[in-house]
Structures are given as C-alpha cells and as structure tokens.
C-alpha cells in the first residue's frame, strides 16, 4: 500500500517552480515596500508639544523643532531627555511600521536577512 500526500504537497518539479516564483514575489513585494517606507516621514512629540522631532524611513532626522520655553540655560539636561525620548520614540514608530508592512507582505513567516 502507497502512502498518498495531499493534494499540493510535494508535487516534484512543477511545485518547486512555483514556490520559487512566489518566494521572488514576496521579495520583490518587500523591495517596494521597503523604498516605499524609507521615503515616508515619520513625527514624534513629546513634552506636551515641547520637541518635535521627524526622521524619515531611512532614519535620518529631517527635522528638529524646540519650542522657545523649552530651551531653559539652566536646565539643559531636561532639554536633551526630550530630544532623546522625541528620537527614540519616532524611531520605535518606524521599527513597528516596518515590522507590520512586512509581516503583512510575509503572512509572518520569518524571512532572515530581509529587513
């Protein structure tokens, strides 16, 4: 007695050509998605409006607005922590949408290397 595999499963040559086409697909899919993100801009505000701070998807700050009564002699540390809580918060925001965009490309299949 022959063990049967479904339908679709295993399937030699054809099946393989297929799934290669379809990985190429994904990646080509994850390529555009990938420019598509790194041309996007992305804001952060913290501080009650106080620091505003917007990178692009390649992480590059484009811009960094302070409003005047933030900008204390006295307190310059106050100041940084809220460039860095503006920075890494954008940042986070990037991370997350990348995540999101390939997992929707990808079904959530891990795929090393690809972003």
């Known amino acids: 007695m022959k063990a049967r595999l479904p339908k679709g499963i295993g399937g030699g040559p054809q099946n393989m050509q297929s799934m290669i086409k379809q990985a190429q697909q994904m990646q080509e899919k994850m390529e555009e998605k990938q420019e ?3 041309n996007k801009d992305f804001t952060a505000t913290v501080g009650g409006g106080a620091v505003t701070v917007v990178i692009n998807g390649a992480k590059e700050v ?3 607005e302070l409003k005047p009564e933030v900008v204390d002699p006295e307190d310059i540390e106050m100041l940084q922590d809220l460039v860095i809580s503006a920075v890494n918060e954008c940042l986070r925001n990037i991370e997350e ?3 999101a965009e390939m997992d929707q490309i990808t079904g959530g299949l891990n795929v090393p290397g690809m972003f």
């Open 36 to 38: 598509e993100l790194k």
């Open 97 to 99: 949408e990348t995540a």
């Open 62 to 64: 484009k811009s960094l």
